[in-house]
């Protein structure tokens, strides 16, 4: 978990006061998570040309054809997460960072793989402004996971896929979380997978609609 600092006197401090209560009101309750998202400056992690939007509750284009997620759907993600601050989380889609920068609010640590290497680069950058440094962004196929730095206690998707790929479950600690996208390329259910035992149960949360997991164990 990084302390303090992150976002502070960057001018920014009312708009996202702004976002977290249209959070709010949209129904986020969890204050760690309402903390955080009125801590980062999500302006940093988007282009400049839709840097005035950047505070707005709407999803945004980061660049190769990809978007950074509304920030109602990436706060319910935190909420079903339910981190404590003590976790080592893997986040499959990095994107732009923002993800990965509320994450690393919450967590101890927090990998996060991203295919496109443009984006992997922006996203560094974009956290390093930020100052968050317990993060760690790779390039490659999450749906392969990451063995080296596994189990993690929690997995965040945040593209859509056909089906739980098989080696993030592996990669799963006992009662951890995955939380996936999961339908065809237009439409899918947030889905939240624990590992119980030897078991994987899952519950379904609300209907959404992700850009797709391309990848070896996502659409090819
Ligand atoms: N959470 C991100 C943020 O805060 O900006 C938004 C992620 S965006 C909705 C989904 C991302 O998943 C895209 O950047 C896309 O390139 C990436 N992606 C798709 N398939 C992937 C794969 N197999 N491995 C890693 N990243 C993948």
């Known amino acids: ?3 303090g600092r992150v976002g502070e006197g960057d001018g920014y401090g009312g ?3 702004r976002l977290v209560e249209t959070l ?13 998202i009125g801590t980062v400056p999500r302006h940093l992690f988007v282009p400049e040309s839709v840097r005035h939007r950047a505070y707005d509750d709407v999803a945004l284009p980061i660049g190769g054809g990809q978007t950074i997620s509304q920030p109602w759907v990436q706060a319910r993600y935190l ?3 339910a981190l404590t601050g003590r976790e080592r989380v893997l986040e499959v889609g990095g994107g732009s960072g923002y993800q990965t920068a509320l994450l690393a609010l919450l967590s101890d640590a927090v990998f996060a793989i991203e295919r496109i290497p443009s984006l992997a680069h922006a996203a560094r950058a974009a956290l390093e402004a930020s100052g968050i440094r317990n993060v760690t962004v790779l390039v490659g196929d ?5 063995r080296p730095f596994a ?15 098989g080696p993030l479950v592996e990669q799963l600690a006992p009662g951890g979380r995955l939380i ?7 439409a899918q259910v ?5 590992r119980v035992g030897p078991d994987v149960r899952t519950s379904t949360v609300a209907d959404v609609r992700f850009v797709p997991l391309l990848g070896e164990f996502g659409f090819r």
């Open 1 to 3: 978990m990084v302390a």
């Open 15 to 17: 708009y996202r006061t």
């Open 24 to 36: 709010q009101q949209k129904g986020i309750r969890d204050l760690a998570v309402l903390r955080a």
């Open 79 to 81: 909420e079903l997460a």
């Open 142 to 146: 999450g749906t392969l996971g990451w």
């Open 151 to 165: 189990p993690y206690d929690a997995v965040l998707v945040a593209a859509a896929s056909p089906e739980i790929p």
């Open 180 to 186: 996936i996208p999961l339908g065809d390329r237009n």
């Open 190 to 194: 947030l889905t939240v997978a624990q």
